[in-house]
């Protein structure tokens, strides 16, 4: 069975009533897909590998059986850790975790003073959450034990197990006891990822949905063309012209986007910005006001096109394309999520266009190609019947 069946509970799955009030809360009472098939391998303890699109309940899916085997042990010793690759992922896992128990999580970054995180630890959380850098530190600081680690996930696993960061995962693994449980997801599984995943863990139990076509079914494309030089002026003009309410745009370059936010912002256009070098406390600053509302842009670089689950982004745009497809599809997947719609534009040169073309192709979108024409977004054969009026 390949559908969701709404007629299954959080309970049917295994789920204890305590963890169920809470998501009730939340106003969270169906479990989707992903959450019925994953939810109940995990709470039998197998080690599990799973793909499902952005924007599904993948946290969830691992978080809650894992929440509810961690309350269930005797000793307040044994823990979990998370590995994500980027601060904005990992923080959203944190915020995630503090909202369904009440065991301790606690964050552990690069970036932020290692003093401060070993003081955090002589609390003894039990769910441990950061990039495999700092924690791999700690670990050969003898300050965080693993011997009493009962479970292991690796959430964007692709990125986990990629070149820049992959040793550095496998030696953090290296640390975890063998009978201890694994846990690995992307909304991306590649062969070479599966088959490196498959290296290091034995008794892989593969959830692999088929794909729901959120691309195609919940995202309308358009196509903006223009020359390099007049992109950002072609950004400011869409965000006049379509007045979003909530927008991310996406540069390749880390370099350009305090170069994109100034100009916008010298227009009186209000936004913010997010890239790799974005000092922490500015980080945290910037998404927080971009969730709540205060700040309506940000400009980002593809450090948050992975885990940045804030409700309510109408609008992507992306002022180039990634040189790796699997980044569009996570751009792209930053709108439509929990079911609603949302809109992706490329602002592209030819060369872009071309590009975009066979991603269009290739993932079975429809592209509708789009201009800005007397303060409004168009299309290209409108332009005659607004010359005539």
């Known amino acids: 069975m390949n559908e969701k069946n709404d007629d299954i509970t959080f309970s049917n799955l295994g789920l204890k009533e305590s963890i169920i009030q809470i998501l009730s809360k939340l106003d969270i009472s169906t479990p989707s897909l992903i959450q019925q098939k994953t939810i109940p391998e995990v709470l039998q303890n197998k080690n599990v590998v799973f793909e499902s699109e952005t924007g599904t309940g993948k946290t969830f899916a691992y978080l809650l059986p894992l929440i509810q085997n961690l309350e269930n042990c005797k000793s307040n010793e044994d823990k979990i850790i998370i590995l994500a690759p980027t601060y904005e992922l990992a923080s959203q896992i944190k915020l995630t975790a503090s909202q369904v ?11 932020t003073p290692i003093k401060r995180q070993i003081e955090v630890l002589k609390d003894k959380p039990q769910i441990i959450i950061g990039n495999p850098s700092r924690i791999l530190e700690l670990i050969h600081l003898k300050k965080l034990k693993t ?23 496998k030696k953090l693994i290296s ?21 490196t995943l498959k290296g290091l863990f034995s008794n892989l139990s593969e959830i692999i949905l088929p794909k729901e076509d959120i691309l195609s079914r919940k995202i309308t494309h358009y196509a903006l063309f223009a020359e390099s030089r007049d992109k950002i002026s072609t950004l400011k003009s869409f965000i006049l012209a379509e007045n979003p309410e909530k927008v991310l745009v996406f540069t390749s370059r880390a370099d350009q986007v305090e170069n994109i936010a100034q100009k916008l912002q010298y227009k009186k256009v209000d936004c913010m910005a997010l890239h790799a070098k974005t000092d922490k406390k500015e980080r945290k600053a910037a998404i927080d006001r971009f969730r709540n509302g205060k700040c309506r842009i940000l400009i980002t670089s593809d ?3 992975r885990g940045l689950d804030i409700p309510g982004i109408t609008h ?45 192709k290739k993932f079975g979108l429809k592209v509708y190609p789009k201009m800005l024409y007397k303060g409004k977004l168009v299309n290209p054969s409108d332009i005659q019947d607004f010359s005539e009026e």
């Open 303 to 305: 450090l948050a096109s």
């Open 101 to 111: 128990t009440s065991l301790k999580a606690s964050l552990f970054i690069g970036g």
């Open 175 to 195: 640390t975890i006891p063998c009978d201890a449980q694994f846990i690995a997801c992307t909304a991306t599984l590649n062969q070479n990822t599966k088959h």
């Open 316 to 360: 992507i745009v992306q002022m180039d394309l990634p040189s790796n497809e699997d980044f569009f599809v996570h751009r792209s997947g930053r709108t439509a999520r929990a079911g609603k719609s949302g809109i992706n534009v490329v602002i592209g040169d030819e060369y872009e266009m071309r590009k975009y073309a066979a991603l269009e």
């Open 147 to 169: 011997s009493n680690v009962r479970a292991l996930v690796l959430d964007e696993a692709d990125r986990l197990v990629s070149v820049e960061i992959a040793d550095e995962t």
